[in-house]
């Protein structure tokens, strides 16, 4: 079992920047892939960022490369995601997400909620126009 919580939504402008974190409890942290989805109103989960359980092997939605980036810290038990140049389009609560299956996720990718056991509460993060 493992308990998410999220931090550090908030109001920003466009163009601006947020950094999100998630504290994770239990000791097999260091062995869970993690991930990162988003959710605006009336529309589907969607899959933002994937790091692996030894951090080396991340993965992004094509619609936050090159402005969002993963990290994890397996010695503090949090995950993060800094996020850079934020769009009106990005509005939306964002979930963290974990899956202690991490051989399943080096191959499947875990791009898709189901892939997850365990979710956050999640945080709201508004960019404005």
């Known amino acids: 079992q493992v308990q998410l919580v999220e931090s550090g939504g908030g109001l920003v402008q466009a163009g601006g920047s947020l950094r999100l974190s998630c504290a994770a409890s239990g000791r097999a942290f260091s062995s869970y892939h993690m991930g990162w989805f988003r959710q605006a109103p009336g529309k589907e989960r969607d899959f933002v960022a994937a790091?692996?359980?030894?951090?080396?092997?991340?993965h992004y939605a094509d619609s936050v490369k090159g402005r969002f980036t993963i990290s994890r810290d397996n010695a503090k038990n949090t995950v993060t995601l800094q996020m850079n140049n934020l769009k009106p389009e990005d509005t939306a609560v964002y979930y963290c997400?974990?899956?202690?299956?991490?051989?399943?996720?080096?191959?499947?990718?875990?791009?898709?909620?189901?892939?997850?056991?365990?979710w956050g509460q999640g945080t709201q993060v508004t960019v404005s126009s």
């Open positions: 997400a974990a899956q202690a299956n991490s051989v399943y996720c080096s191959r499947s990718g875990c791009f898709v909620p189901t892939d997850y056991d365990y």
């Open positions: 790091i692996s359980w030894s951090g080396g092997n991340t």
